[in-house]
């Protein structure tokens, strides 16, 4: 059965028993557990908040650096993600955005179904829409699935589309 610890572990200099399992052990590690400190062996060092301390081939932690949580793994891969389908960062930094000189309207609930349906209709693949309008690819396959607000496409894109293919995609 688990042991529970409000103070620190008894024992001499350098054994003690874990505060988790209760084995006997010379070598605790001091882990955050659900907010509370405490003292535990190898094996439950796993549980302590931040997923306990790295481990070499050996099992020895030798640095006492804590594995990266979950979330902020999760966080820096978006970020890296963003980063890698606009090219960089750097020219969001330097030219701005362009929302306000290209607001999106607001569009009807099926839009993308709409551009793909009048796209065939057309007889033209993607890649030759998008040649023709002089917009990028990824911006009409945005909009194809529905997700132009969140690939930040502008209204110019929706314009256009609407004119060629002679379909309405904006709410009025």
Known sequence: MAKYSTGGS???????????????????????VAGAKLQVCPDCASHGDGGGPKRDAGGDD????????????????????????SGDSEHWEEEGTNY??????YLVRDYGER?????QDAGLKREELATELEIPETDLLAVEQGRATQAG????????????????LADE
């Open 100 to 105: 306000d000189r290209d607001q999106l309207p």
């Open 153 to 168: 496409v502008g209204g110019s894109v929706i314009a256009a589309l609407e004119e060629r293919l002679d379909v309405e």
């Open 115 to 119: 551009v793909v349906r009048a796209r």
């Open 10 to 32: 008894p024992g001499g200099d350098g054994g003690g028993t874990c505060e988790l399992c209760g084995t006997s052990t010379d070598d605790l590690r001091t882990v955050t």
């Open 62 to 85: 030798g640095t006492n650096e804590r594995r990266e949580s979950p979330g902020k793994r999760a966080a820096r891969n978006t970020a890296r993600t963003l980063d890698a389908a």
